[in-house]
């Protein structure tokens, strides 16, 4: 695709039309910082803020329902608008929309930050979404713009690098400070990020457009996906507190599920559409896709628990919390060369079956641990068998979605893929959330009678457990209990969610086996 570098990006050289100007080492190592800096920001965040769930449910007095929020409206609109925001980058300058992008992020950080309460904390995240959506695909769009041909692959595996090595530090640091300083660190340190990547790219960074994007954007489409998506997911997250048959949920869910079906109608008449449904065609394509949204509603779903579990229940700090996953961060780092080799030797087909099939072992295996035991015999394997199966398949599933279309058609692949990856995991946070609230209300029910025969549970305690039990294990015990009692209270409350937490898991761990039965039936020999 042709782009036009309207600065400089070394030795004064200015190439325009289908060339792109060469960047100068030195300019270089300037364009990834910006953008290894920026792209580290917002995958920080996805991760590190499940970490501070625990902290912000306590101090803000959230349900579970109000934090899964808090992560279901960032990724809500970083999921709807990641497509139009390429677009975007492409028509208008890809470091104009990537700064803008930046600066709306870290104002929204500022004010998740600031929060005092659970609803204004879920506002600023669904506005970091959007600032998300559009600093996102610049990062890789201005990488792509900016280096030779020659220069490009390198580039982006620095990026992939240090990105990956700054998620993997990001929840133990963001761990620390919570468990040191407040869980409103973890928003205000974006802010310091920010200003270094806008000193930078102003300093440094090339400007560059599409000359060819000259068709109208999708704006429909983006509106009828947030629609769509927002519709589905609020549905899905208050049915655990209304039930499915309150009229409020049923608008909503037949709401989305109307508007899920006008996009891919419009989509499939539009000019330029945001879903190019042609692509689908593609068997492997169409495969890769349905492989991404099973196993990464798995990963997105499950490990959404993993925190809430090891806080909560298990005991662990916040920064052990956050270190807990490294494992898996530096599994999927290391192989990641050697797993890219893998579609070169025995094609793309093997790998997605056997990486995903390995990673179900790894989501059964989580379902293994009960209470308070060590983390190297209980929750260690799971991470490692689970970092194991997703090095296998992370790397050749990419290249089997970048090589199932045409040259032309990478970045829109890639871009769908993202997509794909992210609106899995939104929509198995909500699902997950009811089937953990509805196992962890039954168990909770059925050990309240277990206690003593249920005599030493007064009715009030009973209706204070049945008000919180949204809270599943976040909720408070009433204070003035005979200790015997409390703990009694504590151990149920406790044993109700590990076993929702085993639930989940498991459920996880048939996504992933749906996912390598669909590798297995779609993707080519």
Sequence with gaps: MANIIREPCGDGVILSGKSVAPCTKARGRWVLAATILASSMAFIDGTVVNVALPSLQKN???TAIGVQWVVE?????LSALLLVGGSLGDRYGRRLIFLIGVTLFALASVCCGLSVSINQLIAARAVQGIGGALLVPGSLAIISASFAPDQRGRA???????????????PVVGGWLIEHVSWRAVFFINVPIAAAVLLISFWRVPESVDPEGTGPLDWLGAVLATIALGGLVYGL???SRLGFLSPLVIASMSMGIVSLLVFLLVESRARNPMLPLRLFRSRNFAGTNLLTLLLYAALGGSLFFLPLNLIQVQGYSATA?????????????????WSGGLVDRFGPRLPLIIGPLVAAGGFAMFALPAR????WTSFFPA???LGLGMAVSVAPLTTTVMSSVKAHQAGVASGINNAVSRVAALLAIAIFGVVMLQTFSHNLDRRLVGISGGSDVSE????SLSEQRVKLAGLQLPSNLKPDLQSQLAQAVGDSFISGFRVIMLLGAVLALASALSAWLLIKR
């Design 372 to 375: 308070s035991q060590n983390y």
């Design 321 to 337: 919390a956050g270190a807990a996953f490294l494992p898996f961060v530096i599994i999927m780092f290391s192989l990641s060369r």
């Design 156 to 170: 982006i595996g620095t990026w992939s690098g240090f990105s990956a090595i700054t998620t993997a530090i990001g």
């Design 73 to 77: 409206a960032y990724s809500l609109f």
């Design 60 to 62: 803000l007095n959230a």
């Design 237 to 239: 997250i208050e049915s």
């Design 460 to 463: 009030e305690v009973r209706h």
């Design 383 to 385: 991470v490692v068998v």
